[in-house]
């Protein structure tokens, strides 16, 4: 029942302010892409930058989902080719920190990031979904942005809806941690993954915007919980995953069949 | 509002089948603590030791959580420390895998793993409650065991319910994992601190019985999600932990605030 599917995580450069050039960039990662089944996922915010001066400027650089800068990335893309696009979304009036799931069809998907981080409150409204899954050419693919991901409870919900990867845009500053650490917000993503067995691809930027300091925590995390892929030359970090929606552990056990959500809601103490 | 916990997790000596050097050596920990607030998590089924050979095996080296040889180890305590140690528990019939929470005045509680792990569910009948919760002298304890903390729904509820230190008694198998990573349960262990800002005290076996080599992940786990204490050479990690109960991240954000449980059960795909 096992599939191998190629993944990629582009930890694209970005230009803050410029969505002609960013789309234009991501325009040419998707194209250069080899042909076959291939999930590509792009960072958050990735057609517009993430640290706004104001929530003006964030609505100048806004796109509508059917917006045909957006959606004709599609012609970018290889048949049973999926790509995870962050951008700043506009529906007219609102905003939101948006992902898009586009094929070679055309739009997929569009999900809107549901847990905002930091000063992301003063622009965008939030997503009425914990992160979405969809039917795709590559597979059941969960989506998630970001902060997100530091919930369990979106992570799993993902994962027993039936998403084989979970594809994670981000834009994740940098914090201190200990020597030999990997990012906090990478071990919370190892650990989701293992929980739920559920692969991600995490696209994060790198380098720095307008004195915010990135992580460049840009990888592919095995079903398993590793890291199976990190960053090459050009800021991609791709891997051929097994999938085999496998969720037995051993002959005992089994990562969904062993929860006990009868015991999970109340708090008896 | 912040206070200090001074937290000791043990990683004891074992003999298999004989409960009664067990728990001398358990007494023996406890005796030799500092006085003051304290807390000291022994592993697993330390009392009578994990691979058994079979429910008969493991029958006879039951105890009742009111056994005068468990109940006595509350002399062993000095006034506001507060001592978790797993057992081999019987009510008379059936047979759990559980943990007792022991004050100087007695016993505060005990509880019974909820998630059996690989053939223990041909000796025990699981627990009717996901972790638990108990106030007692070092403040508002959490309690779970091993397989247990790999339900990020179980280590959240815990804390949700007030729990501001989880005790951990683990026995975990070593299995394969790539270098310089930390065992799986370590990093899942990290991740729901992390997620929850929940201390976590981990007493983990070392060396090996009946051909089971254990991980040896005894560990002290502060708030943020970092290992705080590794074993000295005596098996013993130790920490000071600061409890402030703060769940708040920056001017914007808070672990337990942000969450939207109203999107979580529902799957809307």
């Not at 970005?14 to 969505?19: A, S």
């Not at 291939?38 to 517009?48: A, G, K, N, Q, R």
């Not at 739009?107 to 914990?130: I, Q």
């Not at 500053?173 to 020597?179: C, D, K, N, S, T």
């Amino acid at each position: 029942m096992s599939r191998q599917l190629r993944v990629s995580a582009v930890s694209l450069g970005v230009e803050i302010g410029d969505v002609a050039a960013n789309l234009a960039a991501v325009e040419h990662e998707l194209r250069q892409r080899e042909s076959g089944p291939h999930l590509i996922v792009l960072p958050e915010l990735v057609t517009s930058g993430y640290v706004f001066d104001d929530e003006t400027e964030a609505r100048s650089l806004a796109l509508r989902a059917d917006d045909p800068r957006l959606t004709s990335l599609a012609d970018a893309l290889h048949t049973d080719a999926v790509a995870v696009v962050g951008f700043c979304e506009t529906d007219g009036d609102r905003l939101f920190n948006s992902a898009l799931v586009i094929g070679r069809d055309g739009v997929l998907g569009c999900y809107r990031k549901a847990h905002l981080w930091g000063a992301e409150c003063d622009v965008f409204v939030p997503g009425d979904e914990a992160g979405a899954v969809f039917d795709t050419p590559v597979g059941r693919l969960g989506v998630a942005i970001c902060y997100d991901s530091e919930f369990p409870e979106l992570t799993r919900r993902l994962a027993l809806a039936g998403a084989e990867v979970l594809a994670l845009p981000v834009c994740w500053p940098l914090v201190a941690r200990p020597a030999g650490e990997h990012p906090p917000e990478t071990i919370q993503a190892m650990a989701a993954a293992r929980t739920s067995r559920l692969a991600t691809v995490i696209a994060d930027r790198h380098g720095a915007e307008r004195g915010v300091e990135w992580t460049g925590g840009t990888a592919v995390v095995s079903p398993d919980g590793w890291i199976c892929a990190t960053p090459d030359d050009d800021g991609t970090a791709t891997a051929v995953l097994d999938l085999s929606g496998d969720k037995s552990l051993g002959v005992h056990n089994d990562l969904f069949a062993d929860r006990r959500p009868e015991l999970y809601g109340g708090i008896h103490v």
